[in-house]
């Protein structure tokens, strides 16, 4: 997992006065499934593109397989790009498409027509090579597009948001699918999606974009349970998101005052006393218990609760200027104005490292 | 609204500007001809007799088909690469250079026949300039003249219909044309072409079906010396030996021979529907 697969340094890029990808640094590793996981518009598809070779950045350098690549147009990369749109040829047949690359590559016929059979079999796709891309279903268009860029064996695959399209059954099938396909080719995935669960659920590691900028790099858990900045506590998951000053410290402890209330945290980044934070509690790290009980941290009223079905959702003022969501996937019986307590472990009470401007 | 309303209008069209016409044509070419030249009705097939017979039209039939194959081809050569590029223009550019490409239209044919005329006599200034270059080229009364009106005349029936194919042409499949490893030129010979292969067979048949009975081009531009079937044709009607049954002879059978070319063509339109 050491090894580079691709590398971008500095990119940038614009579209008229818009600056749609800033200053965009990333490594990633061979062999990985790796994520670019950011709300539309904020520059995924242009980042994809750059790599693919259809967008020239304004600047930086861009490395494929530790060569430089800026200027190496897209039919001599290394790279194949899944669309969003799949981009299948209609005039041609499942097995036409899935063989354009062999085809190019000029590849004896015996050998394309013995690659095509295995790529549209690691698809699931065998039986349907002889049919339009008209004829087939959403999935299995999706299907022929991995097996029409995989089947060249490219060191990297790009996929943009290739499962958008489909409905829930069949992308979470679909998921399993391209994460089986990953263990088995050990290709490099670099697959983007503005669906967070989905990349916590696929990646090795994942990059969480916003306007063009690569905001925190990690695994799924340092992302969640680490989130750099509020838009990340935010996008990723839910987050209760608590402005407070801190009082003082003790070691990786401190003491932080939230408006009338105090919370202890342990923190990894340095805190200073005086110094204003923000800090993320996730709801479902909330834990209710009666009010009268001594280890409840904060107590307060049920203002509203939302139950559907596999968990409940509350929200409780717990002071004037502060609200916090709740959610509770255990039957307990609360009902809307009555008092509560409130635990969570303390590291589940995290500041946000990110400066306050 | 009714369904069937809406034909009427079509049909109407049809019956008076194709049925009526054609009949005529059809009892013109099955009477007699008179002394004068002109007709006496009556029901006869001597004049289909009389054009298989003697062949005198071989000649400048062959100069017709070679001309359309020719200028149908330099169209779509020509006409291809406009089209192309119009269609990757934005949106605004697009509509103003698909207004020049139509400006033409707005003169009269004749008016610009004539100007080519001035354009490639003798001493005009493109004899002139390829004289300088040590090329002494006939245009007027030759074939090349001929040719390149006709080319100048139907270049806008090519390129239209072939901008309407490569405008619907979705650009990401030439990107993933690219991305499997294609250079321009397969990517063009292996996506692009094929995919706009309705455009490339409507321009053709726009072209090559007019210009297969051009009688207007040749008469002023070959001058009487490039004999070409459709000036035959209205030399039978309007020339100084007049037949009319002949000529309307004449006029069914080169129809009947592009309705084979179009059955031909729509067919192969039709199996290229994936691309609507
Ligand atoms: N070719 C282009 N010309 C102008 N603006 C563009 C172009 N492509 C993308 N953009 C703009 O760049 C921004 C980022 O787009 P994109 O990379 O597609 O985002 P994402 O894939 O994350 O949704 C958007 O605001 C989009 O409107
Ligand atoms: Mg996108």
Partial sequence: MDEVSIELREISKRFGQTLVVDRLTLQIYKGEFFSLLGPSGCGKTTTLRIIAGFERPDSGELFINGSRATHIPPQERDVNLVFQSYALFPHLTVEQNVAFGLEIQKLPRAQIRERVGKALELVRLSGLGARFPHQLSGGQQQRVALARALVTEPSVLLLDEPLGALDLKLRQEMQLELKRLQRELKITFLYVTHDQEEALQMSDRLAVMHQGRVLQVGTPPEIYERPATRFVADFIGESNLLEGHVVRTVGQRALVQIGSLQANVLSDIPLQPHQRVTLALRPERIHLCPPTESNGIWTGLVEALFYSGKETRYRVRVSPEVTLTVISSAVNGISVGERVGLTWDLQSLRPIPERLP | MNGRLLWWPGLLWLLL????????????????????????????????????????????????????????????????????????????????????????????????????????????????????????????????????????????????????????????????????????????????????????????????????????????????????????????????????????????????????????????????????
């Fill in chain 2, 17 to 276: 500007f194709f049925a009526i016409p054609v009949t005529i044509i059809a009892l013109i070419s099955l009477a007699h001809r008179a002394p004068d030249g002109v007709i006496r009705w009556g029901f006869t097939l001597e004049n289909y007799l009389r054009l298989v017979e003697p062949l005198y039209w071989a000649g400048p039939f062959v100069n017709s088909l070679l001309l359309a194959v020719l200028t149908t081809g330099l169209c779509l050569v020509l006409g291809y690469p406009v089209a192309y590029s119009l269609a990757r223009q934005p949106r605004a550019v697009k509509n103003l250079l698909l207004f020049l490409v139509i400006l033409p239209f707005f003169t009269n044919f004749l008016v610009r026949i004539y100007a080519w005329f001035i354009v490639l006599r003798p001493e005009g200034w493109l004899s002139e300039a390829l004289r300088a270059l040590g090329v002494d080229l006939v245009f007027l009364g030759s074939p090349v003249g001929v040719l390149i009106g006709l080319v100048y005349g139907y270049l806008p029936f090519m390129i239209l219909p072939l901008y309407a194919s490569l405008e619907r042409l979705d650009f990401s499949l030439v990107e993933a044309a690219h991305d499997l490893g294609a250079t321009r030129w397969q990517s063009f010979w292996r996506v692009i072409f094929p995919l706009s292969r309705s455009g490339v067979i409507a321009g053709s048949v726009l072209v090559f079906i007019p210009v297969l009975g051009e009688f207007i081009t040749p008469k002023l531009l070959g001058g009487g010396k490039v004999p070409m079937f459709g000036v035959l044709i209205e030399e039978k009607f309007l020339g100084r030996v007049p037949d009319w049954p002949l000529g309307a002879a004449m006029a069914l059978a080169l129809m009947g021979l592009v309705s084979l070319v179009l059955i031909r063509s729509f067919r192969y339109i039709k199996e290229s529907r994936w691309v609507g």
